[in-house]
């Protein structure tokens, strides 16, 4: 199948799951710019409903990436949001059959298999786009604006910081499917935070990471830390649920967090599911019934990172669970001024020292006119720029090439190989 040049780009939902259901619902108000015509997951449900969302025909439904790729190319470009051990194995028979590809972060779940993605890329001169959905955030976007323009001078130093909820931290990575590393799964630091490493390659764009050090461990969701009197289910056998702020039925049925993922096993109800339902579940199966000191996690709940650039720039990342507010910070002081923000407030501040006697400093509030969403409004711009590198071949439009994105996860793998060894790692050449 020849590329097609005029027309919506034509994609295959390969991984049905939240995030590609995201992105592809930018074909239904962008008809002209994207259709989806194929979809591939091994979950039925999924598909049937993906089908009939997309009207895709049923001669375009796979069961996986594999069986996809065994028959001739019939779309542009696959949206890959499989779970992360699954995207590059997923990812090279799609590169290789001559598919562009709009991939899920963290790219990959280890090192070897990122330099192979790579390489696979280079090779078949095919696309990658990574959904490092931030890049594409308003906040983030204006603020690397800022210093592409000099307005601080040379960057020195970087500071950022992911304060993760203690919901969020609960459902996903203590109760969740993204709580254990010893099955091949994303480590904390590279599931939540591969995106703020990101950042930090990028408002350096042009300079490389050189050397790495990390600290971490599980210090809180462990069983010798769950309060006197709790019980191994919180709707089952526990005492002390009605005053636990980890209580499965505040977070599930009362506030109705985390939807998506705590009901996923009974997407099959469809519509008909009742709080009968998910009582019974959270009381006698749901993995997010359990309480949160007696999982079978085992990755880390709080992780910090320092980075020294080759131009001698230092930067630290700062990975907090258990936060009341959630919120990701920022700030980057350099030769001539600095600017700092928290992208949850929609703005940041811009400020410089005042050589004029008898004043301090200069400040410049930033405020964005943007909704609030999920990713500060990235998910949806990354689709528009994706689709446009992917049409015009001009990655000027996609900052999240596959080639801009390595440094950020380099960064994280060495520092999660530094936080086990005790030593500081160096950034390998590419
Ligand atoms: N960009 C972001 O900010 C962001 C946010 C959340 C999650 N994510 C990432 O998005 C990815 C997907 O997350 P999700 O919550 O949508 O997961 P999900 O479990 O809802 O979806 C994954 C889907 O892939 C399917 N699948 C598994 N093996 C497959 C194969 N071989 N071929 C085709 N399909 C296959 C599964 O059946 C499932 O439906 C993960 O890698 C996650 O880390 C990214």
């Known amino acids: 199948m020849a590329k097609r040049q005029d027309g919506p780009l034509k994609a295959v939902i390969v991984g049905a799951g939240h995030r590609s259901i995201l ?7 962008h008809p002209g710019e994207l259709q989806i015509v194929g979809v591939a997951d091994p979950d039925p449900v999924r598909v049937a409903s993906t089908a ?16 996809l790729v065994k028959v001739p190319r019939f779309a542009d470009i696959v949206i890959n949001g499989t779970m992360d051990s699954d995207h590059v194995p997923t990812a090279i028979p799609l590169l290789e059959a001559g598919y562009d590809i709009l991939l899920e972060k963290p790219i990959s779940t280890n090192q070897e298999d990122l330099l192979l993605l790579w390489e696979t890329a280079q090779r078949t001169g095919r696309k990658v786009v990574i959904c490092h959905v931030l890049r594409y955030a308003p906040f983030y976007a204006a603020i690397h604006e800022r210093v592409e323009r000099g307005d601080i001078g040379k960057i020195l130093t970087m500071s950022t910081a992911e304060y993760v909820s203690y919901h969020h931290i609960a459902v996903v990575y203590v109760r969740g499917k993204w709580n254990r590393v010893d099955t091949g799964g994303s480590t904390l630091l590279m599931a939540k935070c591969c995106h703020d490493l990101d950042l930090l390659t ?6 490389r990471p050189a050397k790495v050090a990390s600290f971490g461990n599980r210090m809180y969701f462990r069983s010798e830390c769950a309060p006197e009197g709790a019980g191994t289910r919180c709707l089952l056998d526990c005492p002390i649920e009605r005053d636990c702020v980890y209580s499965a039925r ?8 985390w939807g998506p993922y705590v009901w996923h096993d009974l997407e099959y109800l469809g519509d008909s599911i009742t709080c009968t339902d998910k009582k019974k579940y959270l009381r006698e199966t749901s993995p997010y019934g359990r309480c949160v000191w007696r999982c079978d996690n085992d990755i880390v709940d709080h992780q910090v990172v320092v980075v020294e650039f080759e131009d001698g720039t230092i930067a630290s990342h700062v990975l907090s669970s258990g936060n ?25 501040v811009v400020r410089h020292p005042d050589p004029r006697p008898g004043h301090e400093y200069t400040e410049e509030k930033v405020v964005l006119d943007v909704e609030r969403d999920f990713h500060g409004g990235g998910d949806l711009r990354l689709v528009a720029a994706a689709l446009k590198t992917f049409r015009t071949g001009d990655p000027s439009h996609s900052t999240s090439s596959l080639a801009n994105s390595i440094d950020g996860h380099l960064i994280g793998f060495a520092a999660d190989r530094s936080r086990v060894n005790g030593k500081i790692e160096a950034i390998p050449e590419l």
């Open 23 to 29: 992105y592809a619902s930018y074909s239904e108000t």
């Open 324 to 348: 009341a507010r959630p919120c990701r910070q920022i700030k980057l002081v350099g030769t001539n001024g600095e600017i700092e923000g928290t992208m949850e407030n929609l703005s940041f």
């Open 202 to 207: 990028w408002m350096k764009e042009g300079v």
């Open 250 to 257: 505040k977070h599930y049925l009362e506030m109705d967090l």
């Open 52 to 67: 009939v969302r997309f009207n895709i025909p049923p001669e375009n439904c796979y069961e996986t990436a594999a069986d």
